[in-house]
Structure formats: structure tokens, C-alpha cells
């Protein structure tokens, strides 16, 4: 090793020993609780949209539910008349009806499972902000002593 790495190894040291007598870890800490409920925030809308977009997605199926059965009632009434034009008509906007039913019960399921992985993530990082939390009061605990 010649003396110009050496002379650069104990600059590089002396620096980095000047660098973390600058450090305060309490004030790193706290930093970073802070940066852990912003982004809990953030997850927590995420949560609530994604809450939001199931049950409008809930309200839809229902909603075409309703309609097929509607229509069903509205074929069988119009084959009680022997009205055979309307009863197709009807039973055709049954199935469009169940279609789009069963597209936004797929969807629903979609959504359903990204509303869980949600609130299980803002459940981690509630646990996560709690234990931040703890190690910063345990710091500073240390530090008046």
C-alpha cells in the first residue's frame, strides 16, 4: 500500500467519523416517524378510495340484478299475453342485463382483494409506525441520562 491510498484512507476515515459526530439519530428518527405517517395518510385514502370503488362496484351489480329480474318479470308478462316479440325483446335485455352483471362481479372480486391487501398494508405500517415510535422514545429516554 503506498502512501498516497493510506493518506486517502485516513481522510476517508476522519471524514466519516466527522459525518456521524454531525448525525443525531433522534433527529433521524423522528424524521423518519414523521415520513411513516405521511405515507400511512397516503395509504389510508388509498384504503378509503378503494373502499369507495367496491361498494359503487356492489351498488352496480345490485343494481343490474334488479334489472334482469325486471325484465324476466317483463317476458314472462308479455308471453302471458302471447306478445312473442316483446318477450324476446325482453329476454335479450335479461341477458345484456346478466352480462354486465357478471363483468362487474369480476371486478368487484378484483377490487374486493386490492381493499384487503390494502387495509392489511395500513395495518404493517400502523404496527410499523408504533414500533418507530417506541425506538424514538427509547432514544430519547437514553439520551436525557
Known amino acids: 500500500m503506498n502512501i498516497a491510498q493510506r493518506f486517502t484512507f485516513l481522510v476517508k476515515g476522519h471524514f ?52 334482469a329480474r325486471e325484465w324476466q318479470e317483463a317476458a314472462e308478462r308479455s308471453m302471458r299475453k302471447a306478445d312473442e316479440a316483446q318477450a324476446r325483446e325482453a329476454l335479450q335485455r335479461v341477458e345484456r342485463a346478466e352480462r354486465q352483471r357478471d363483468r362487474l362481479k369480476k371486478q368487484l372480486e378484483v377490487q374486493a382483494a386490492e381493499t384487503t391487501e390494502v387495509r392489511e398494508s395500513v395495518a404493517r405500517m400502523n404496527e410499523r409506525i408504533g414500533e418507530a415510535r417506541a425506538r424514538l422514545q427509547l432514544l430519547q429516554a437514553q439520551l436525557r441520562q
Open 16 to 67: 466519516n467519523a466527522l459525518l456521524d459526530s454531525l448525525e443525531d439519530p433522534e433527529r433521524s428518527l423522528n424524521q423518519l416517524v414523521l415520513d411513516m405517517e405521511e405515507e400511512l395518510e397516503a395509504a389510508k385514502r388509498a384504503a378509503a378510495a378503494a373502499m369507495a370503488n367496491e361498494d359503487r362496484l356492489r351498488a352496480k351489480v345490485s343494481f343490474h340484478e334488479k334489472d
